[in-house]
Antibody, heavy 118, light 105 residues
C-alpha cells in the first residue's frame, strides 16, 4: 500500500524558513517523480514544485521560484522542500504527491499545514 | 500559462441525479487532462486521467469526456459520498489546476 506522510508544518513569521518532509513507502520511491501541491484556505489546488526520480531535475512554480528548494533522499525514501523567505500568501496545506509534469498525481499524502503570520 | 476554468462553482443535487461538471482550457491541452476528487481533511484522489480513463478502483458512475479545450466529468447517479470538490488538471503545457467545482448532495 502506498503511503505518503508529510511533516514539518508549523507557524512561522514572514521572512522565515521551514523545511517540510514527506516519508514515502509502499512503492519504489526512486522510480517516480514527486511533487508538492498546496491549497490555501478557501482556494483551489496549486502545484508548487516537482523533482525527477533521480533528483537531477527540479521544477518550480513562478510563485515560489528562488525561494523554495525541492530535494529528495532516495536512500531514505523521503521528499523535502526547503521554504525560505516565506510570505503570508504561502499559508496553505502542503501535500506531497507521486507525479509531475509527465505523469498524473496518482497518490497523495494527507497534507501538513504551514501558517505564515506575524 | 494554460488557465483552466471550471463551471459551475457549486452544484447542488439529490442522490441518484446526474452531475455534469465542465472544465474549459484557455488553449488546447489535447487529452492531457485529469480530474481529482477532494474531500475536506482528506488527500485528493485521482478519478480520471487522459481525459477519459478511470483510475484504479474508481466506480463506473464516474466518466470523463472531451479533448482540446472542453472537458466534462459526469457522475451518472450521485451517491451521498460523492460530496466533494472536483478539480481538473492539465499537464500538456507545464502544470495547472482549475478552480474547482463543489458538489453538494
Amino acid at each position: 500500500e502506498v503511503q505518503l506522510l508529510e511533516s514539518g508544518g508549523a507557524s512561522v513569521q514572514p521572512g522565515g524558513s521551514l523545511r517540510l518532509s514527506c516519508a514515502a513507502s509502499g512503492f519504489t520511491f526512486s522510480s517516480y517523480a514527486m511533487s508538492w501541491v498546496r491549497q490555501a484556505s478557501g482556494k483551489g489546488l496549486e502545484w508548487v514544485s516537482g523533482i525527477s526520480g533521480s533528483g537531477g531535475s527540479t521544477y518550480y512554480a513562478d510563485s515560489v521560484q528562488g525561494r523554495f528548494i525541492i530535494s529528495r533522499d532516495n536512500s531514505r525514501n523521503t521528499l523535502y522542500v526547503q521554504m525560505n523567505r516565506l510570505r503570508v500568501e504561502d499559508t496553505a496545506i502542503y501535500y506531497c504527491a507521486i507525479g509531475g509534469s509527465s505523469t498524473w498525481f496518482q497518490d497523495w499524502g494527507q497534507g501538513t499545514l504551514v501558517t505564515v503570520s506575524s | 500559462e494554460i488557465v483552466l476554468t471550471q463551471s459551475p462553482a457549486t452544484l447542488s443535487l439529490s442522490p441518484g441525479e446526474r452531475a455534469t461538471l465542465s472544465c474549459r482550457a484557455s488553449q488546447s491541452v489535447s487529452n492531457f487532462l485529469a480530474w481529482y476528487q477532494h474531500k475536506p481533511g482528506q488527500a485528493p484522489r485521482l478519478l480520471i486521467y487522459d481525459a477519459s480513463n478511470r483510475a484504479t478502483d474508481i466506480p463506473a458512475r464516474f466518466s470523463g469526456s472531451g479533448s482540446g479545450t472542453d472537458f466534462i466529468l459526469t457522475i451518472s447517479s450521485l451517491e451521498p459520498e460523492d460530496s466533494a470538490v472536483y478539480y481538473c488538471q492539465q499537464r500538456y503545457n507545464w502544470l495547472s489546476f482549475g478552480g474547482g467545482t463543489k458538489v453538494e448532495i
